[in-house]
């Protein structure tokens, strides 16, 4: 064996025990959960972490400062994972985008299927659910109206925020071959951003409520020449397999969903906050608000109008920007805009792109 095989085998033995460690330490964490779960505490510890990332950065010996902190950063944000198994509403039914959003932001949920998404807002505030999933914007469609609408009316806060690409996948029964398919089923929207493959199938097309409605229409049916278009979820919830992978017809599709809860999230020191605000009738009044960000040097991630629907021309602005509303310089920022708008509300703080 040469010396650089030898070197290559060392390093992937030292890659398994990492593997193991990082196993235990996920376990480990699950426990953790439970224990919190009982005694009615809080999953976020912020004082807890800083004294984890400390201690490694304390220890990085050669490592680099920012490797070290980058590698225990997103540890810590996994261990919150499994420790959150609490009850989360999606939009029903399983096996859609919405439930790949919730595995995403915990591991082991109790899932509660809502009929719409107003009804995620009422989970969510009745105290049903320890969290909603709420799809919020997506990168070819834009934002989701009747969420925004909510948004404002409602008192949910957002307590994280999920990015998650959007791969559509052709689906059917085991064993059916591509050829034999005469029929793709799924949403009109899925449909439409798969349209250039279909056109290559030269197949008819079907619309169904969901995606996930579609991919278990052929299981219950066991329709052999029927495909639909569905993510993985669909996949493994209605035992289908998997004909052709990310049939989109534009790649860099991303749907953003926001996490529900009755309180946002504490500080992480990489936080985003998301506010809603009307405008005073007057010159410039849009120009003050941005003003004060620019100000303060607080950058600005997001911003949009959309109809107040109280009169026409009438508008109200959705923001995201970086900081929690709990720092000094960003509680500032906030006091000085509720003055110069009409109206503010912040949906609330919460780790960026968690």
């Known amino acids: 064996m040469s010396d650089l095989a030898k070197m290559r085998k060392e390093i992937d033995e030292i890659d398994t025990q990492l593997l193991e460690l990082l196993r235990r330490r996920i376990r480990v964490a699950e426990q953790v959960g439970k224990y919190k779960l009982a005694k009615g505490m809080r999953i976020e510890d912020p004082e807890r972490e800083k004294q984890v990332l400390s201690r490694a950065l304390a220890n ?41 959003a919730a595995l995403r932001f915990m591991k082991s949920p109790h899932l509660v299927l809502a009929r719409d998404i107003e009804e995620i807002f009422d989970l969510v505030e009745r105290g049903e659910v320890e969290f909603g999933v709420l799809p919020v914007e997506n990168s070819l469609e834009g934002s989701v109206a009747l969420a925004m609408e909510l948004l404002v009316k409602r008192n949910a806060k957002v307590y994280a925020e999920v990015i998650l690409d959007i791969n559509h996948h052709l689906l059917a029964l085991p064993g059916v071959k591509l050829g034999e398919i005469r029929k793709v089923i799924s949403h009109p929207q899925a449909l439409a951003q798969c349209k250039g493959f279909i056109s290559s199938l030269a197949v008819a097309t079907a619309n169904y409520p969901s995606t996930a409605d579609a991919a278990r ?101 959705f923001i995201d920007f970086e900081g929690h509303r709990s720092e000094e310089r960003i509680k500032r920022v906030l006091e000085e805009i509720e003055k110069r708008a009409s109206f503010m509300k912040i949906l609330g703080s919460y780790p960026s792109g968690g």
Not at 61 to 81: H, N, Y
Not at 237 to 260: P, S
Not at 268 to 278: F, M, V
């Open 217 to 317: 229409e052929i299981k219950e049916k066991q329709l052999r020449d029927v495909a639909a278009i569905a993510p993985l979820a669909a996949a493994k919830l209605y035992g289908l397999e998997v004909l052709k992978e990310k049939i989109q017809d534009i790649d860099h599709n991303q749907t953003r969903f926001f996490i529900l809860a009755k309180k946002d999230h504490a500080p992480t020191g990489r936080d985003k906050t998301s506010i809603i605000l009307s405008l005073k009738d007057k010159p410039g009044a849009l120009y003050e608000i941005l003003e004060a960000f620019a100000k303060a040097k607080v950058n600005l991630t997001k911003i949009e109008s959309r109809p107040s629907r109280r009169a026409l021309g009438d508008y109200i602005f």
């Open 60 to 100: 990085a010996g050669e490592l680099s400062r920012e490797f070290v902190r980058d590698i225990f950063e997103r540890i810590i944000l996994e261990s919150k994972r499994a420790q959150r198994q609490g009850k989360i509403a999606i939009l029903g039914p399983r096996g859609t985008f919405s439930e790949e």
